[in-house]
């Protein structure tokens, strides 16, 4: 069964670090996009960040540029999210996505279009 599993997520002072790992099992990462979304409560879902097959990345929520960053390692079909300066704006539910990535279409990281396979999430908390 195809599954994406998120870890990582906790409760971390403002200006903490986490790493949130995105998990793969029954498919392989490497022919998908992989999107981070998150939901704060009473809030939508909005989409954090997105990594290509090929590497490019691209934040889609301007209040993460220069603290969060995203990687991929193929070989462990895992993708991250390091976050740093974390501030209490960034306490929601963090969820990865895969979204097969066509070699001659538009990249899910630029349509922001995802679903084919969605985490159940990790809890990240800000707070003193």
């Known amino acids: 069964q195809a599954q994406l599993m998120e870890s990582g997520g906790g409760l971390v002072q403002p200006g903490g670090s986490l790493r949130l790992s995105c998990a793969a099992s029954?498919?392989?990462?490497?022919?998908?996009?992989i999107g981070w979304f998150r939901q704060a409560p009473g809030a939508e879902r909005e989409a954090v960040y997105c990594?290509?097959?090929?590497?490019?990345?691209?934040y889609h929520t301007h209040s993460v540029k220069g603290r969060f960053t995203i990687s991929r390692d193929n070989a462990k079909n895992t993708v991250y999210l390091q976050m740093k300066s974390l501030e209490p704006e960034d306490t929601a539910v963090y969820y990865c996505a895969a979204e097969r990535e066509d070699a001659g279409g538009v990249s899910p990281c630029l349509s922001w279009s995802f679903k084919d396979h969605w985490g159940q999430g990790t809890q990240v908390t800000v707070s003193s």
């Open positions: 029954g498919f392989t990462l490497d022919t998908y996009a």
């Open positions: 990594i290509s097959t090929s590497g490019f990345s691209i």
